[in-house]
């Protein structure tokens, strides 16, 4: 019975997690990201492991008291438990189909699917489509993003960078 109940909690945690938006890119969840790794709920204590981009993200409080806010809102949850871990390390293949179309209307260029060591990174504009673009700054305003320019609609825009597991 008691296994019946946190799982019941658990799919709740879920639900509500995907309301917590990535704090760099608001219009799509943590979960979309592909950031929450796992969810248990042991005597009404959520614990929730989360997988940053990158180490050293400096989101990671604010990652924290998001999810955490968002949790305790849950019936039956009566505390939250954060962890980042980093292995297995979060890769961009993680990214959810429809996330990388949310990516793409707010003007960041997903990265690509399947993407493998070796592979040239092309970088398709958001705006219009084309690929006719140049890197303009590996670093972008976060360390997973680029700044790009568009040859084509002649506009400045971002790009989430390919990560891959190495495998």
């Known amino acids: 019975m008691t296994q ?3 799982k019941r909690r658990e799919a709740a945690c879920w639900e509500l997690l995907q309301e917590v938006k990535d704090p760099e890119i608001p219009v799509i969840s943590m979960v979309e990201m592909g950031m929450i790794h796992r969810v248990r709920v042991d005597d009404g204590v959520a614990h929730v492991e989360v997988l940053p981009t990158f180490v050293g993200c400096p989101a990671l409080e604010i990652m924290k008291k998001n999810i955490t806010e968002k949790l305790v809102e849950a019936e039956g949850i009566s505390g939250v438990q954060v962890q980042f871990v980093y292995d297995p390390p979060w890769t961009s ?17 997903p990265p690509p699917l399947d993407f493998k060591a070796g592979d040239e990174w092309k970088v398709v504009c958001p705006y ?13 305003p976060a360390a997973c993003r680029s700044i790009l320019y568009c040859r084509h609609c002649k506009n400045p825009f971002e790009a989430l960078k390919p990560i891959y597991s190495g495998d």
């Open 128 to 140: 219009c489509d084309s690929p006719y673009t140049q890197m303009e700054n590996l670093f972008g």
């Open 4 to 6: 019946d109940i946190n």
């Open 93 to 109: 293949d993680r990214i959810a189909v429809e996330a990388r179309d949310k990516l793409r209307s707010f003007g960041i260029a």
